[in-house]
């Protein structure tokens, strides 16, 4: 590493904390109703929306409506991109006359948008027309990540509401965070990508000469409405096969900045939303703090790994970015959930994948999806608590809430439920012939491919090791699955525990308040983190992961 290296990494980090506060404060005004300048620039949409689906932006929801409301909305977008696949051959826009989609790939990538995982086991380019990623794809970017807003501020409602069963409207929810947060930024966002070369029209395929007298054809079309959001709303995936390294997508260093940096933004920003609707600036500053210190120790060691044990390889590596901006990316995408690559993360060092791993491992809390990172990361503060709390043998209490057996049960299983996922389901493509047919690599690294895979469904993340064929049946069901479990055994737990805390009464501070604004909460939260993911698992990484790094570094490989 260079002192530039050093440079870029202290730019992203700060342009990233710098920007948190800018951000969030806007957002708290648009999910907590306040007046903002920009207001009436969108508003005539959001009043139309409300009309045209007989919504009243005042009304209430319980957490069961809720989660009945947001199921039921995902189910029809489910439905809708699962049912234009089948017959996208016979749908317009599609110049390139691409067959339709086989109902179990057709099934894996509907679940995938929803679920905000955007895993792909297809190559864009040669799979998807124009109107399935439009209008399918594209649309579902943007519903899956105000979904994860919508979860998120009904936990901060939970919270902050005393005696009460009102935790907002789904529709409005997701309505105010599409038309005024993700609809603007993505404009924004695809203006700039457009500016920097990233193609957007919906031309036929060119067919061109190379230098080396051979024909190649050239993919088109609308990849930077697509790019943008799914860099925004930390959906990840690709318009093209090779995701973030294909130079259509993202062609100059500058994209490649501001794709890095469009990952952890608005999750980012949450956080310090968070803070200001529950009234605890600083209790969300030291949430973030924890964040902030797991990303950046996962950084150090996955740069650590890369240039100590791979120095100068760079297979798998895009030149034109090298090694810094693929740790840089590599490390944002899994912390975020995001899941687009820049590079091929079957090709990092073992221990760079391991904490691609360990990231989403974790859960979805370090940054996390929009919204889904902030819930993901209360689970564990409600742990924390909870442990703290019998440490010193008194009723646990968080922001004035009592956390009981209900809360804590509802926590553990919301970190089961994807665990179960990623545990058994790999053991299950391990011991059989149909899961083991669909590895590139031997040994280890083998191993990892698959652990990769359903550990990236499991946090609806979507990025993947690269080696492993996951088009075919089993892993197409299998991995479906596993986003479903994945995002709703999450969702619906957390809606239950906001539904419980917003019915209880506000108990004051007292001397004997575990405080959970300090650092000594940070150092027990993240003590927390790193136990609990590391009894879960260390056996299935120590399979992987560690022993292909002992391999390497003896001289070994499969």
Not at 144 to 158: D, E, K, M
Not at 355 to 360: H, P, Q, R, V
Not at 534 to 551: M, Q, R, W
């Amino acid at each position: 590493m260079n002192y530039f290296d050093y440079l870029q990494i202290f730019v992203y980090l700060l342009l990233l904390v710098a920007l948190t506060p800018f951000i969030g404060n806007y957002m708290f005004k648009v999910f907590d109703n306040k007046p903002f300048k920009t207001k009436g620039v969108f508003s005539w949409l959001e009043n139309g929306i409300y009309k045209l689906i007989g919504v009243k932006s005042d009304s209430q929801m319980d957490w069961k409506q809720y989660v009945f409301a947001l199921l039921s909305f995902n189910l029809i977008g489910f439905l809708f991109v699962f049912a234009i696949q089948l017959i996208q051959k016979q749908l317009p826009l599609n110049p390139q006359q691409l067959e339709n989609v086989s109902w179990t790939s057709a099934f894996n990538t509907a679940v995938s948008f929803m679920t905000n995982t955007n895993w792909q086991g297809y190559a864009g380019e040669t799979t998807m027309s124009y109107f399935t990623q439009l209008i399918g794809l594209t649309v579902q970017n943007f519903i899956s990540a105000a979904t994860g807003f919508g979860v998120a501020l009904v936990l901060i409602r939970g919270i902050r509401n005393k005696l009460s069963s009102n935790l907002g409207n789904f529709y409005v929810d997701i309505t105010r965070s599409v038309v005024y947060i993700l609809l603007p930024l993505s404009i924004l966002l695809s203006v700039v990508l457009i500016g920097q070369g990233v193609v957007q029209n919906v031309s036929e395929y060119k067919t061109v000469t190379t230098v080396e007298n051979v024909q190649q054809v050239i993919p088109q079309g609308p990849a930077a409405s697509q790019i943008a959001i799914k860099q925004l709303g930390t959906n990840g995936g690709g318009f093209f096969n090779t995701n973030s390294a294909h130079p259509y997508e993202n062609p100059t260093p500058l994209s490649n900045f501001l794709e890095m940096l469009a990952i952890l933004l608005l999750p980012s920003a949450f956080v310090y939303c968070y803070g200001k609707m529950v009234n605890s600036v600083k209790q969300g500053w030291y949430i973030y703090l924890t964040m902030f210190i797991l990303f950046v120790v996962g950084l150090g060691v996955s740069l650590y790994s890369e240039y100590h044990f791979a120095s100068g390889i760079f297979e798998g590596k895009e030149l034109r970015f090298g090694t810094i901006n693929s740790i840089i990316w590599e490390n944002a995408t899994t912390a975020a959930s995001n899941g687009s690559v820049n590079a091929m993360h079957s090709s990092l060092s073992p221990i760079s994948g391991l904490i691609a791993l360990f990231n989403m491992m974790l859960g979805e809390i370090i940054f996390g999806g929009v919204g889904a990172g902030f819930y993901g990361m209360l689970i564990f503060v409600i742990l924390t608590v909870f442990i703290a709390g019998l440490m010193v043998g008194r009723t646990p209490e968080f922001l004035g809430k009592k956390i009981e057996a209900f809360e804590v049960k509802m926590a553990i299983l919301g970190i089961i439920a994807p665990s179960f996922i990623i545990l058994v389901f790999t053991a299950i493509a391990c011991t059989t012939d149909v899961g083991l047919s669909s590895l590139l690599s031997k040994g280890p690294h083998g191993f990892s491919e698959m652990l990769y895979a359903f550990t990236s469904a499991a946090a609806n993340n979507g990025s993947a090791f690269a080696g492993l064929n996951a088009n075919t049946n089993f892993y197409n069901l299998m991995i479906g699955v596993g986003m479903l479990v994945g995002r709703f055994g999450v969702i619906i737990p957390v809606l239950a525990i906001a539904g419980s805390l917003s019915q209880k009464k506000v108990i004051p501070v007292s001397s004997g308040t575990f405080r959970t604004d300090n650092f000594t909460f940070v150092g027990l939260l993240i003590a927390v983190i790193i136990i609990v993911g590391s009894l879960t698992f260390f056996p299935a990484l120590s399979l992987a992961p560690v022993v292909e790094h002992i391999l390497m570094i003896s001289g070994k490989t499969f």
